[in-house]
């Protein structure tokens, strides 16, 4: 059955992209995001641009996500400038859309999820 589009479906969700001074790149998405295809697109064109031929690993803050679509996993799954990504987040809900899709689709790259960043950054510096 067919929802209608409402003007909130039609809005991007902002994203935050960092390459920091390690070399890792830091992809924060914001509290209560609905991340849908084209968010997903977007952030990984930046992800490929601000990394340009070199590869890095990178660190999703997912810990305020509150939905990713099936085409927004269907964008994650393709290879992208990551070499490594660490899926970050706290809550069982992150669990959750970590394991769907590590357990669905096939990453890119190594792909883990933690609760812990310091435990995330340390399996990143370890490629």
């Given at each position: ?10 809005q ?31 952030a ?9 031929p ?68 340390e ?5």
């Amino acid at each position: 059955m067919d929802h209608p589009t409402t003007p909130q479906d039609q809005q991007q969700v902002k994203f935050q992209l960092d390459l920091e001074e390690s070399g890792i790149l830091r992809l924060t998405w914001p509290r209560g995001a609905k991340i849908k295809e084209s968010d997903a697109q977007r952030a990984m064109d930046r992800v490929n641009e601000l990394c340009g031929p070199k590869r890095h690993p990178m660190i999703v803050d997912m810990a305020t996500t509150d939905d990713v679509t099936r085409g927004a996993r269907s964008v994650f799954a393709k290879p992208c400038q990551a070499n490594r990504i660490a899926l970050w987040g706290s809550s069982p809900v992150d669990r959750v859309i970590a394991n769907f899709f590590l357990g669905i689709m096939k990453p890119p790259c190594p792909t883990k999820f933690f609760t812990s960043e310091t435990e995330a950054l340390e399996w990143l510096g370890q490629s």
